[in-house]
């Protein structure tokens, strides 16, 4: 009898492994991974939304069922399991028009999304899309029920808003990034907005551009705080162009920038080329370190978007 019991505590402790290994921990890059294998997509954003459940906001999507969508959300549970919302979380604002999604911000109860419209005429080539303008949509808390739109105004730089950072001085921080002619690398201005406000046009105040093509960005930048104070900022070097992943240091959410490095590199194969990185501090990667991804895609756009999760040393 001694020997059965023995045998049943050991298959108890054995099936409590099992399943604490099949449930990805929150943080664990193995299950962000495992779940894009399947979910193909890129430019994943992420926000908390307050009750332990976080909001993943993807660009062009091929789901599991093949179906493509301009852009699509998932919701990451407290218990870490990634339940996809059906449908296109961002509804085009007109037709021909379709929006990629940026960054989101949780104000109280309401979701903001900064959401750029794009649009393209017909013959419509892989590159020939065109932005028009940037929306911030509203969403509301816990159901994430739509509640409309604003337009910000359209920038004679032709910056695209698509990131925020909330910080702790009293302000959310937006980040738009534009071409430059005849240089590399984006050039990024700046904008903020008191804490709460995201959705007032007038509200907000522009900073100019505060990232030069000197800095050799992409089109995405991720802002992160420091654990002692100050701000680092998150890029992938010039886009396509280079396999650096880049961080740069400043006391301030809008710069000066400095203390540049390279904090890792992303695989070149086959063709294939990486953008898009973006941090993911809600994911709790564990003492030290902070979750990013990056996206994959291949330069004749073939839609075999993909999106890798990584850890680096937090800041």
Excluded at 12 to 25: E, I, R
Excluded at 59 to 83: E, H, I, K, L, Y
Excluded at 171 to 184: I, N
Excluded at 241 to 248: G, P, Q, V
Aim: glycine fraction near 10%.
């Amino acid at each position: 009898m001694a020997r059965i019991w023995a045998a049943l505590v050991a298959l108890v402790f054995a099936l409590v492994g099992f399943l604490a290994t099949a449930t990805p921990a929150r943080g664990d890059t193995a299950g962000l991974n495992a779940f894009f294998a399947s979910y193909h997509a890129d430019t994943g954003s992420s926000v908390a939304l307050g009750d332990g459940r976080t909001l993943w906001l993807f660009g062009d999507t091929f789901t599991p069922a093949g179906t493509f969508r301009r852009n699509s959300a998932v919701v990451q549970g407290s218990d870490s399991v990634v339940r996809p919302r059906s449908g296109t979380f961002a509804k085009a604002s007109a037709a021909g028009h379709w929006y990629w999604p940026g960054e989101a911000v949780r104000e109280g109860t309401r979701l903001r999304v900064l959401a750029m419209d794009f649009t393209c005429a017909e013959p419509c080539g892989a590159w020939d899309m065109r932005y028009e303008r940037t929306d911030v949509l509203t969403y509301r808390l816990p159901d994430l029920a739509y509640l409309g739109r604003v337009s910000l105004p359209r920038r004679t730089s032709g910056a695209m808003w698509s990131q925020l950072h909330a910080a702790r001085d009293g302000y959310t921080y937006a980040y738009g990034s534009y071409a430059v002619t005849g240089q590399l690398g984006k050039a990024v201005e700046v904008a903020r907005v008191p804490s709460g406000s995201v959705s007032c046009v007038s509200c907000w105040r522009y900073l100019g551009t505060r990232m030069g093509t000197s800095m050799e960005l992409g089109t995405v930048v991720s802002v992160v705080r420091k654990a002692a104070g100050g701000y680092r900022l998150y890029s992938k070097r010039l886009d396509m162009w280079s396999e650096e992943i880049l961080a740069y240091d400043s006391a301030t959410p809008y710069g000066p920038w400095g203390s540049r490095r390279t904090v890792t590199t992303t695989p070149q194969d086959s063709g294939r080329w990486t953008y898009t990185v973006e941090a993911h501090p809600e994911q709790g990667a564990g003492t030290g370190r902070l979750a990013l991804t990056y996206a994959t895609n291949c330069p004749s756009l073939c839609g075999e978007y993909h999106l890798t999760a990584i850890t680096v040393s937090a800041p």
